[in-house]
């Protein structure tokens, strides 16, 4: 008697999930050329987590995607604001994690792209959830910022959250008085309310950074404020001179105009300025992002069908 044969049959891979593909890391290391290099490898979209590129005013100084690029690839949350709207990561997390299920009803992949590591946490981890505080607390801070400076918030959010004042860019000034609202109106530290479960999402998330020798990337970055400097910055600056107090406007390669503009300082002086700041920058970007162990990191001359091949192996 022939014994039974079984005969198993390898099924086929399905994703079960949609997949969401972040690409991440410092100004002018190249996200966006990768970014639509894979927009066309998985013939999908593209959110931009740039929260400098929300505004429509501001074209050069945030090195929004060129035309040409964005017609290589369709974009979202490029420019789609004005300056004088007010937007928070908030409202983006709510408007972006919308926008990608439904980019879901009709492809497996969506890209998302930027080096505003709080937008992106808040697409793909969810923000805390922080308790509504009274709104006279944030006028309160307002007043002693232009009564004092920033230096006397930085000084109050060292006493009461000396672990934030550690972590936090403290010359992001609606950063620290989002802090000190929440300290002074709960009587709680801003860090105690970090801890909270991160949200569930429907989707499974890749992370890529793109790295490259950090004396590499200042260059980079000083030869993208010559370009911009020579594809008319200061002019866009002259334009975006009376709305110098909007937080959209408190920015690198903004504010360092507006000193020249107000004859603080010389013109080539502002231009280091810019430089030195958008290094910085960079800086902190790297600190931020270099914390998240899910992020597998490229350099920034890998090609792109490498990335592809591990994104397909990955999904």
Known sequence: ?????????????????KHLIVIVGPTAIGKTALSIALAKAFNCEIVSADSRQFFAEMNIGTAVPTEEELAEAKHHFIQHLSITDTYSVGDFERDGVALIESLFTTNDYVIIVGGSGLYVDAITKGL???PDVDPSIREHLQS???????????????????????????????????????????????????????????????????????????????????M?????????????????????????????????????????FAVSEIKKNTRRFAKRQLTWF?????????????????????????S
Not at 163 to 187: F, M, P, S, W
Not at 192 to 217: E, M
């Open 1 to 17: 008697m022939v014994p039974n044969t079984v005969i198993t049959v390898e099924k086929p891979y399905i994703m079960t999930k």
């Open 128 to 130: 805390d959830h922080f």
């Open 144 to 226: 002693l910022l232009e009564q004092e400076g920033i230096s006397a918030l930085q000084s109050k959010l060292k006493e009461l959250d000396p672990e934030h004042y550690q972590k936090v860019d403290l010359n992001n000034t609606h950063r620290v008085i989002r802090a000190l609202e929440i300290c002074i109106g709960t009587g709680k530290t801003y860090t105690s309310f970090l801890s909270n479960p991160k949200k569930k999402r429907s989707f499974n998330v890749t992370k890529i950074g793109l790295s490259a020798d950090r004396q590499l990337i200042y260059d980079r970055i000083n030869k993208r404020v010559d």
């Open 228 to 268: 911009m400097m020579k594809e008319g910055l200061l002019e866009e600056v002259k334009t975006l001179e009376k709305y110098r107090n909007l937080n959209a406007l408190n920015t690198v390669g903004y504010k360092e105009l507006f000193n020249y503009l107000d004859g603080a300082w010389d013109l080539d």
């Open 290 to 314: 270099r914390k998240d162990d899910s992020i597998t990191w490229f350099d920034y001359k890998t090609a792109p069908k490498e990335i592809v091949s591990y994104i397909k192996k990955n």
